[in-house]
């Protein structure tokens, strides 16, 4: 069994980081509230004070945060894991966050003899209670295969994808296209519902066809039941969707249609929509067609 570090008991990372303690391993756990954390401590995780201290003892630590700002601070700031961590720890990065700077932290952690890793992950709560995320992963062979058999505690889909960066631009490629697809489930939906369709009738039908998608089978049924809790924020989507339109920018393309879903999403932020999940975006669509009216 390892000793293992985590910090970012949310949504996600309050299961991922259950199955790791449910695997027998020992879990040193930091999270920005304590209370979000009590049931991760009473399943035995001893609870650090500060980020850093997670890193005490720990072969590997992992981090699931919110913005690019919350993983700069808990690798690189005053305290943070890279001047904490002892040499050969592997420290994995399973935020959504900019390939660059999985980059910087990545030769930060070379400089002082660590491994890391660029980790981002989809599938939601879902798939995250379920141990069936995808894992996408950016560095180097020997830490990954190290730190592979914990991944699989937590996902099915695991893959290197190449060096560091590499899974966070994976993760871009992945969001643009849930972008694409959150758009037309929803405007689907809106137009069964108008229809006069039963709205879990349609999905049936449609999400056995060539139409079948993750999304309309899983939160198409969701806005079905007028379930709009987040498996992933719409905060943190449009933070995403940011990352992969500035990236594309630097690259010298054009993604017309991920710039036109985030506007959607900053118009439903602009409704109060940020805490709720991704297929929220129905109820913005659902607004804004009420105020044409």
Not at 14 to 25: D, K, P, Q, V, W
Not at 130 to 142: K, R
Request: charged share 15%; proline share 3%; with cysteine.
């Amino acid at each position: 069994m390892s000793n293992i570090g985590w910090i970012g008991i949310g949504v996600m990372g309050r299961s991922m980081c259950g199955h790791l303690l449910a695997a027998g391993h020992s879990v040193r756990v930091h999270t920005r509230t304590k209370a979000s954390a009590e049931s991760i401590i009473a399943a035995g995780a001893k609870w650090c004070e500060r980020p850093g201290d997670v890193a005490k003892d720990s072969e590997f630590v992992f981090t699931i945060v919110g913005y690019p700002a919350d993983v700069r601070a808990v690798y690189l700031g005053d305290g943070g894991l890279i001047g904490q961590a002892a040499p050969e720890t592997v420290l994995v990065d399973m935020t959504t966050s900019e390939p660059v700077l999985a980059g910087e932290i990545y030769h930060a952690a070379q400089g002082r003899g660590i491994h890391a890793l660029d980790a981002p992950v989809s599938g939601g709560d879902l798939g995250a209670r379920n141990a069936a995320l995808a894992i996408m992963v950016g560095g180097d062979q020997a830490p990954f295969e190290r730190t592979l058999p914990l991944f699989e505690k937590m996902g099915k889909n695991i893959r290197l994808m190449g060096g560091a960066g590499a899974g966070q631009h994976t993760k871009m490629s992945n969001q643009i296209l849930i972008a694409g697809t959150m758009i037309g489930v929803v405007e689907s939906l809106l137009y069964a519902v108008r229809s006069g369709l039963d709205m879990d009738a349609v999905i049936d039908v449609i999400g056995s066809g060539a139409a079948g998608s993750w999304s309309i089978n899983n939160l198409g049924r969701r806005i079905a039941k007028g379930d709009y809790d987040p498996g992933f924020y719409i905060k943190h989507f449009v933070k995403d969707m940011g990352i992969a339109l500035s990236e594309a920018k630097k690259m010298g393309i054009a993604l017309p249609g991920l710039a036109l879903v985030e506007q959607l999403y900053v118009g439903a932020m602009g409704q109060g929509l940020e805490n709720m999940g991704t297929q929220a975006l129905y109820l913005a669509l659902k607004n804004m067609s009420a105020a044409s009216e």
